[in-house]
C-alpha cells in the first residue's frame, strides 16, 4: 500500500524574516494532522513565554495550517515584517497549497511554525533569538527545523562551535535541521554555478544545507541539497 508524501502528520518550524500568516498559500486539505488545537494548546503552554504568562496559548495559536507565530526579535504575536517577507516565501515553498501556487510544496498538508527571529530593520538574526526559537520548536513538537540565516555575521566559527552538538542531538532524536549553505555565492559573477564555500555551521553533522546553485542572471537555476556525507539531491 502506497502512502502519501503531502507532509500529513508533520511538522515544520520556520525561523525567518516576516510572515504573511493571511497569505492563501497556507490552506490544509486534510484532516490528517499532527496536532489538533487542543493538543496543541497543550504544547503551547509549556513554552517559556506562556509559562510566565506574557502571552496566552490563543494568542500565540493562528489555525489548524498555523499553530503558532511569535517574533522572537521583537517580543510579539505580530509576525509581518515591513522589511522583507522571506519567511512568507520559504513557507510557501516548505508547506505551500497545491491549489494556490503553482508549483506546490511536497509537503503542503504539514503543518507550520512561524518563528520570527529578525526585527523589522534588518534581515540579521542573532544567535540567542535563533536558539530560543530551535528551543521552543521541539517544544511544540517540529519534525523539521529550517534555519533561514545564511549570514557570516551569524554563522561563523563561533556560532558552529556553540550550536554543533546541539544540531546533531536534535537530529539523531529524529528532527532535521534544515540550514543554507552560507549565502557566499558570487550571485554577480558571468558563471551559471556558484562557486562560494559552505558556512561553517552548514558543514556539521546533523545539519541538511540546502542553496541554488544556478546564478540569478543565468538563464536556468538548479536546486541542491547536500547531506552531510557528501550525497547530493537534486
Do not use: W
Not at 494548546?41 to 496566552?56: D, Q, V
Not at 497549497?97 to 520570527?116: D, G, H, P
Not at 542531538?169 to 540550514?179: H, L, Q, W
Request: proline share 2%; hydrophobic share 35%; glycine share 8%.
Amino acid at each position: 500500500e502506497e502512502t502519501p508524501l503531502n507532509g500529513a502528520g508533520t511538522v515544520i518550524a520556520i525561523l525567518d524574516t516576516g510572515f504573511d500568516v493571511n497569505h492563501d498559500v497556507f490552506t490544509l486539505d486534510t484532516e490528517n494532522v499532527k496536532y489538533d488545537q487542543d493538543k496543541f494548546m497543550y504544547l503551547l503552554s509549556n513554552i517559556g513565554i506562556c509559562r510566565n504568562k506574557e502571552f496566552t496559548p490563543t494568542e500565540l495559536y493562528k489555525n489548524q495550517k498555523i499553530l503558532f507565530t511569535y517574533d522572537y526579535a521583537e517580543n510579539d504575536s505580530d509576525v509581518l515584517s515591513k522589511y522583507c517577507e522571506h519567511g512568507t516565501m520559504v513557507a510557501g515553498i516548505a508547506s505551500g497549497s497545491t491549489e494556490n501556487i503553482q508549483s506546490a510544496s511536497n509537503a503542503y498538508n504539514s503543518q507550520l511554525l512561524m518563528m520570527k527571529c529578525s526585527s523589522d530593520s534588518t534581515e540579521t538574526a542573532d544567535s540567542t533569538v535563533i536558539l530560543s526559537a530551535v528551543e521552543d520548536s521541539l517544544i511544540l513538537g517540529a519534525d523539521v527545523i529550517n534555519i533561514s540565516y545564511g549570514e557570516t555575521e551569524i554563522l561563523d566559527s563561533s556560532f558552529a562551535a556553540s550550536f554543533g552538538e546541539m544540531f546533531e542531538r536534535i537530529y539523531n532524536c529524529g528532527t532535521a535541521v534544515v540550514m543554507p549553505s552560507g549565502n557566499f555565492g558570487t550571485t554577480n559573477s558571468e558563471s551559471i554555478i556558484e562557486n562560494g564555500t559552505a558556512s561553517p555551521i552548514a558543514s556539521l553533522p546533523g545539519v541538511l544545507s540546502a542553496e541554488s546553485v544556478g546564478n540569478l542572471d543565468a538563464d536556468s537555476t538548479s536546486y541542491v541539497v547536500e547531506s552531510e556525507n557528501g550525497i547530493d539531491i537534486r
